[in-house]
């Protein structure tokens, strides 16, 4: 009896060897707000929650995390360190305005210098509203230089187009070097852009057009920069067989022509790219056999080439921690050889998602661990996952053997939050 016991002991475990690929610590609570999401009415709306965390580590280990509060219409910066303690008492406000919403702010850490683009619901006479701020920290977050509009278009900067009634707010991306900070985005009316600072933030040219028109709008750009150059991902809308699509650029400036990642009949969604320190380039991205609005899951592929040729992808979310019945949204990063990457939960593929999962490589991809749910990453009131507006964001990253996870939450009615969690790499199974 104590044997068959043990033997299933086992078999739930995963065998014998099964240890945690992370070890992660309790969650530690950011910011809370109210509950209330009222009907859109552009910038008058009733909105009391916050949301939208986004997350980078710095060497020293500590969380530099942006969110947004729905009620002042801001975006929040702070500094969590390793020991979980804030760096400061409030949180410093990087957008400062109030009459205006602030969404899905992405972070990039070069130095000392902290780089935050986020999309601002500005309405100036275009069918959609939303432009692309940037703005950037020379002492630590204590303070940020006034935003600048680097799109200032009537195109609905920052929406990735699904079709006419369904689109992501947030479809954009950071990314800086010692070479430069690179921002891209989509608009409603589809074209890809990419605006570039080679003095470090002071200055930035005029966007250039990658991709994108009317009729096949790019949705959900992805920025990751390597010894080669700058690397751009995204996918397109109006096509329920749409597949992700990566550019290369060695100078920042032309483009190669865009290389079809993974071409198949379902359609592709969200992509994330990182490079490891052998230059190979890895995507993560969701793919759903019965188009944008249904079950999706997340896959895996990579480049040795510089992005000329991409492996077969390799389905990751399965089988679905949790009871779960869809993962989408990935978000995806590397420290040496070891890959993380995480998703959206969705019990109901119809609803918001609940909780995220997590598998990880440390072999550089070859193999990947088993996906599991983050401890702490759903919120106990049953609130939905965050992002409301867009859920095209970066709520992982790692440095060395850290791990850091952030995540918000809305009970309807009750409250909301934005938390952190936390985890260590575990020594390797033996």
Known sequence: MRAAALLLGIIACGGPSARPQIEWEPPRSLA???????????????????????????????????????????????????????????????SRTPAVFSWLPRLALDGDVIHVLWQEIVFSGGSHGGDIFYARSRDGGVTFEDARNLSASLAGDGKGRIDAKTWNNGSLDLA???????????????????????????????????????????????LALSAIGVHLAWTTGEDASADVRVVTSRDGVTFSDPVVVAPTRTYSDAPKLAV??????????????????????????????????????????RPHP???????????AISGATLHVAWELYPDHREAPRG???????????????????????????????????????????????????????????????????????????
């Open 32 to 94: 809370t707000g109210g509950g209330e999401r009222g009907p859109w009415q552009q910038n008058n709306s009733r909105f009391d929650h916050v949301d939208d965390p986004s997350v980078v580590l710095a060497p020293d280990g500590a969380a530099l995390i942006a969110w947004v509060d729905h009620r002042t219409k801001d975006v929040l910066f702070q500094i969590v360190e390793r020991d979980g303690a804030q760096r400061r008492t409030r949180p410093t406000n990087v």
């Open 176 to 222: 800086v070097d010692s070479r430069g900070v690179h921002a891209a985005w989509t608009e409603y009316e589809g074209r890809l852009w990419l605006a570039r600072s080679i003095d470090g933030g002071d200055t930035f040219a005029a966007p250039a057009l990658i991709a994108g028109d009317a009729t096949h709008p790019a949705r959900a750009p992805a």
């Open 276 to 317: 490891d320190e052998r230059g190979t380039l890895h995507l993560a991205f969701a793919e759903s056999a019965a188009g944008p609005h249904d079950r999706f899951d997340v896959h895996y592929t990579r480049s040795r080439d510089g992005g000329q040729t991409f492996e077969p992808s390799r389905t990751l979310s």
């Open 322 to 332: 949790g009871g779960a019945e869809s993962a989408a949204f990935p978000s995806l």
């Open 356 to 430: 995220l999962a997590h598998a990880i490589s440390r072999d550089g991809g070859d193999t990947f661990s088993p996906p599991s749910l983050v401890p702490g990453s759903s919120d106990p009131l049953g609130g939905g996952n965050g992002s409301f507006q867009g859920r095209l964001m970066r709520k992982l990253a790692v440095r060395g053997d850290q791990v850091a996870m952030v995540n918000s939450s809305l009970a309807l009615g009750q409250s909301s939050r934005v938390w952190l969690v936390r985890g260590r790499l575990a020594a390797h199974p033996r």
